[in-house]
């Protein structure tokens, strides 16, 4: 059996809470239906979500503290919080194919907003599945911490080395099998996923678009459930970090769409933070890095990567990957 701190309440409790979230970011998000939403209502709808993450780690410190002592209170808060920023980097490494993708098809802004949604709500569905099955695989297997390391290891050693490669999606498997197998249009049709053309249904390019970034989410979904399997093997906490990460991400696109060539140096500092956890998963029954330590390593590499961003302005002729 799993062992975790959530009970049953907890359980419900969050999964209203993600239900209330959601429409309400639908709702926001969506008042002004064919308008592009502006980088100061992403920003401030972006600060509101990454807000509701630290007020929950404050309710579960307290929580935690008042029902068994201040020590597993530290602890499991800052596991969560180290799994939130593991989570909310790769979220944010997620949005950059996104962007990639968007811009690949000439998706306009106003259609952005319907693909974005199912993006989001895959990404959650996946998570959560690969969240209660990984929790499954490390109760009955505990070796398989170390197939999920020695993953997170090869992945982050393959993102260093295509870090700032520009991907050509001309050759990507997908899109050439779609291509060989649907009927496609040239043109949008609006939200329309399909169209009909004397008698003959065609796909929209918009069909397309949702299936590479279907596609995306599953590739996301299995990078980052390890990661966070690295730090924490309890369910809840693994789950809540997973799905406070992503909740917000419609707002973080809109905020960052504009911004993607300033951070340039976060592809080596993600890979650099897989490459961590992936070490600190492999080497755990020779040394237990402690996880404030971890959080430590985390965040230093991530600020470097954003710092350096700034400082260093992004090379104009990318290699092609």
């Known amino acids: 059996m799993f062992e975790t ?126 969240i209660l099955v990984g929790a499954w695989l490390v109760a009955q297997f505990h070796w398989v911490l170390y197939i999920f390391g020695a993953f997170l290891l090869i992945t982050g050693l393959k993102m260093l080395i295509f870090a700032n490669a520009t991907p050509d999606l001309n050759t990507n498997f997908l899109l050439k099998w779609i291509r060989g197998h649907f009927k496609l249009t040239d043109e949008y049709h609006g939200e329309q996923l399909t169209t009909v053309k004397n008698g003959v249904k065609y796909f929209t390019p918009l069909f397309v678009v949702i299936a590479m970034v279907a596609i995306t989410d599953v590739v996301f979904a299995v990078d980052s459930i390890p990661a966070v399997f690295a730090i924490t093997q309890d369910p809840f906490i693994v789950m809540t970090s997973n799905i406070f990460a992503i909740l917000g991400l419609r707002a973080l696109y809109f905020l960052l769409a504009d911004l993607a060539e300033r951070f340039h140096f976060l592809s080596y500092g993600l890979a650099l933070v897989l490459m961590f956890v992936g070490t600190k998963m492999l080497i755990v029954e020779f040394y237990k890095i402690p996880i404030f330590i971890s959080l430590g390593v985390v965040v230093t590499i991530l600020a470097s990567a954003v710092l350096l961003s700034w400082l260093i302005k992004p090379n104009p002729n990318p290699p092609p990957n």
């Open 5 to 130: 701190i959530g009970n049953t309440w907890m359980w419900i409790g969050f999964a209203i809470f993600v239900v209330v979230a959601l429409a309400i970011d639908l709702l926001v998000l969506d008042k002004k239906k064919g308008e592009k939403v502006t980088s100061k209502e992403a920003a401030i709808w972006s600060l509101i979500w990454i807000s509701l993450s630290f007020v929950f780690a404050a309710l579960l410190w307290w929580y935690l503290n008042a029902n068994y002592d201040a020590a597993f209170a530290k602890l499991k808060t800052t596991e969560f919080l180290t799994g939130y920023l593991i989570e909310k980097s790769l979220s944010v490494d997620n949005i950059f194919v996104f962007l990639m993708i968007f811009t690949f098809f000439a998706v306009p802004p106003e259609f952005q907003r319907r693909t974005l949604v199912i993006g989001i709500i895959g990404a959650i569905i996946l998570r959560v599945l690969l």
